[in-house]
């Protein structure tokens, strides 16, 4: 349930009714669950933020007469990676081979190679460089040479490897739902403090709180959030209050 913040002065305290709850809960329940068949062991992703490619990169690598080409880019769950697989597959190819990662969540695929040399080394490679929400497709083009189990898996782990480091990154910072009851006059106010701090999905719904006041939800940074709250209250002559998920 979302906790009610107040700042000193006159009370003006009013319940947040069902339809600025389901305003914020719609907000903090907005992405897709994931369904995968494995957890990632070993590591554990910040729930606040996160380091990820910022495009789709490449990187190719002849290995005794067979072509590996690796193929990274960001995704953000199941259906993206689905959508980003069927986007960089090459039907022609011997062996599409692939790994991806959002969160604890993942899952690999060898596509037709012996089990384990393909898509678990690549996913090992997604691991080791420490990103998040991305999926690796390393398409491979039979040279004529076997290259044996241990060869496979430095194969397909080496090429994902070189495509991740070369990749240019950044830092993803995760949203949080706020909502605020607000009087009409303070609205400019409120709005210069959100533009300030780079507050995104602003809504507006007038028929609800008291009589002259308004609720406005939005989303706005995790570590950001603490700071919008004193930075509002600071400007306003009278007390707000504030609803957080």
């Known amino acids: 349930m979302p906790v009610a913040i107040t700042t000193p002065g006159y009370r003006y305290c009013h319940k947040l009714n069902h339809r600025l709850s389901a305003s914020i809960s719609a907000l903090s329940t ?31 690598k002849e290995i005794k007469k067979s072509k590996f080409i ?4 960001p995704i953000s769950n199941e259906q ?11 039907p022609r190819a011997t062996h599409n081979c692939w790994a991806y990662k959002v969160g604890d969540q993942y899952r690999s695929n060898d596509d037709g190679e012996p089990s384990g040399t393909a898509g678990k080394p690549i996913h090992s490679a997604i ?17 004529g040479i076997k290259l044996g ?17 070369n990749a240019p990154t950044c830092l993803v910072k995760s ?17 210069h403090q959100l533009q300030s701090f780079e507050a995104e999905d602003i809504k507006q719904d007038y028929d609800t709180g008291k009589d002259g006041t308004t609720m ?15 930075a509002i209250k600071a400007n306003c002559s009278r007390e707000l ?3 957080k998920h």
Do not use: W
């Open 241 to 243: 209050v504030f609803y």
């Open 216 to 230: 406005v939800s939005f989303k706005v940074e995790f570590d950001r959030a603490d700071k919008l709250e004193e």
């Open 80 to 90: 993206s990676a689905h959508s980003f697989l069927n986007q960089v597959k090459d």
């Open 149 to 165: 189990t241990g060869g496979l898996v430095r194969a397909y782990g080496g090429v994902a490897s070189e495509c991740l480091r």
């Open 70 to 73: 690796a193929i990274a880019g």
């Open 127 to 143: 691991v080791s460089s420490g990103l998040d929400r991305i999926m690796v497709v390393v398409i491979r083009y039979f040279g």
């Open 175 to 191: 949203k949080v739902p706020m909502g605020a009851e607000v009087p009409f006059d303070l609205l400019g106010v409120l709005y």
């Open 30 to 60: 907005s992405r897709k669950p994931m369904v995968t068949t494995a957890s990632s062991s070993g590591t554990t992703s910040n729930a606040g933020a996160f380091n990820t490619i910022k495009e789709t990169v490449t990187f190719e």
